[in-house]
């Protein structure tokens, strides 16, 4: 069946540097990808989406890449800072989630 | 502007009791989705509605039913609990479906 997977289930980064979370999908025809922030007790927050006709797609300190070759993406953020330590999920649609990577940012 | 609301917060209940949950979503929303979030997991999808037709279904028994109301606010029902339903259970809007979807805070449901 459908899944999306994330590679790493914990991240650590010093403030200030880049950030990397991958994510595998296995359904070719996907074609909407989204990545939320899940904050502790809160709910999944929206932060980049990107659609099956475009490689890459960037936000404010965000970007989003796409390989469907291998069917990969990734979120990169950039000068990373103690307010992005959340879980990070990707979503294949509206109605597969990934496990979640939990990212810490070091001060 | 309002976001999605969810009620209750928390909820309490023992087996083989019934619960309701409910959702308001964004004002013109009109799809909402249901999740269950078990402690260091992803989002489980259940239900999805728009326009009050149920236009997606996860992997759930039939225990859980949901429906969305001309309001399009919605309620998920679940029968005959069980300790395994204990999860946060999260309500989504959006304007469409397949689009980004916008959370709510979930409701808490602890079975004992």
């Known amino acids: 069946g459908e899944s999306v997977g994330l590679h790493l289930p914990t991240l650590s980064v010093q403030e200030g540097d880049n950030s990397i979370i991958n994510c595998a999908y296995s359904?070719?025809?996907?074609?909407?990808f989204i990545w939320y922030k899940q904050e502790s007790g809160k709910g999944p927050q929206f932060i980049i989406d990107?659609?099956?006709?475009?490689d890459k797609r960037q936000g404010q300190r965000v970007t989003v890449l796409l390989n469907k070759t291998v069917k990969h993406l990734s979120l990169q953020i950039a000068a990373t800072q103690p307010g992005d330590s959340a879980v990070y999920f990707c979503a294949d649609s509206q109605f597969y989630f990934g496990t979640g990577t939990s990212l810490t940012v070091i001060p | 502007d309002a976001g999605v609301t969810q009620s209750p917060t928390h909820l309490i209940k023992t087996r083989g009791q019934h619960v309701t949950l409910r959702c308001s979503p964004i004002s013109g929303h009109k799809s909402v989705s249901w999740y269950q979030q078990v402690l260091g997991q992803g989002p489980q999808f259940i239900f999805q509605?728009?326009?009050?037709?149920?236009?997606g279904r996860g992997n759930f028994p039939d225990r859980f039913s949901a429906r969305q109301f001309p309001n399009y606010s919605s309620e998920l029902n679940v029968n005959a609990l069980l300790l395994g339903d204990s999860a946060l259970y999260l309500c989504?809007?959006?304007?469409?479906?397949?689009?980004?979807?916008?959370f709510g805070s979930g409701t808490q449901l602890s079975v004992l």
């Open positions: 989504a809007s959006s304007f469409y479906t397949n689009e980004k979807l916008f």
């Open positions: 990107i659609r099956s006709n475009m």
């Open positions: 509605y728009y326009e009050k037709e149920e236009r």
């Open positions: 359904n070719s025809a996907s074609d909407y």
